[in-house]
């Protein structure tokens, strides 16, 4: 199984708007709810969003629910991040990656990619 690629970061300023995109392998979309990940500086990193198997269940923290959107391209392979009204603790590197466990924890299997970073000026 290749790894996933994340793409679509950069540097932004508060309030701007970023969308995040995740290729991964043929069929892991089939099998496996994706999750993406941030890394702040400094810190480990943290789930922040989720989306299952059928595309009908999201999930998000506290933090980014409202601001951010998950949704999926299944003829394409790809899992993409809306990110809206970004705010400066938003910066860090995001991850794509397939959970272990659907949606309902935050458990992922071992398949990071590279990330991409996201930099949010104030």
């Known amino acids: 199984q290749l790894q996933p690629v994340e793409s679509g970061g950069g540097l932004v300023q508060s309030g701007g708007s970023l969308q995040l995109s995740c290729s991964v392998s043929?069929?892991?979309?089939?099998?496996?709810?994706i999750g993406w990940f941030q890394q702040a500086p400094g810190k480990e990193r943290e789930g922040v969003s989720c989306v299952s198997i059928s595309g009908d269940i999201t999930k998000y923290t506290d933090a980014v629910k409202g601001r951010f959107t998950v949704s999926k391209d299944k003829p394409n392979e790809r899992v993409y991040l809306q990110m809206s009204s970004l705010k400066p603790e938003d910066t860090g590197i995001y991850y794509c990656?397939?959970?272990?466990?659907?949606?309902?924890?935050?458990?992922?299997?071992?398949?990071w990619g590279q990330g991409t970073q996201v930099t949010v000026s104030s």
């Open positions: 990656v397939s959970m272990y466990e659907g949606c309902v924890t935050w458990r992922t299997r071992d398949n």
């Open positions: 043929r069929g892991i979309l089939d099998k496996y709810a």
